[in-house]
């Protein structure tokens, strides 16, 4: 069975920037894409998505003006450019892409497709 596979993860410095890529079969871009992370001892959470078209864009707080998402339909790709990094980001972060259908982007529940996650980890 097919997923998404993330790429782009590793170690930097706090105050640098990391760019995360994501692809996968084009079943799974069609619609809503975004990332999730988790770091250790707490819960997954959102951190942002956008819309098949990339007119809709949504964003945790904590990366908000940081952070952006965006997607290339005809490769079937997503990508997070990450600036300005703390260590607070550090975390796995996955992929996912949501089901059809009514959902909310930020409830990890509306999404149907996941990747295995990719190791960030930002030193201070």
């Known amino acids: 069975q097919a997923q998404l596979v993330e790429s782009g993860g590793g170690l930097v410095e706090a105050g640098g920037s990391l760019r995360l890529s994501c692809a996968g079969p084009e079943s799974m871009f069609r619609h809503f894409v975004g990332w999730f992370r988790q770091a250790p001892g707490k819960e997954r959470e959102f951190v942002a998505s956008i819309s098949y078209t990339g007119g809709t864009v949504h964003y945790a707080d904590s990366v908000k003006g940081r952070f952006t998402i965006s997607r290339d339909n005809a490769k079937n790709t997503q990508n997070l450019q990450m600036n300005s990094l703390k260590s607070e980001d550090t975390a796995i972060y996955y992929c996912?892409?949501?089901?059809?259908?009514?959902?909310?982007?930020?409830?990890?529940?509306?999404?149907?497709?996941w990747g295995q996650g990719t190791q960030v980890t930002v030193s201070s």
């Open positions: 996912a892409g949501t089901r059809p259908g009514k959902i909310f982007v930020t409830t990890e529940t509306s999404y149907e497709y």
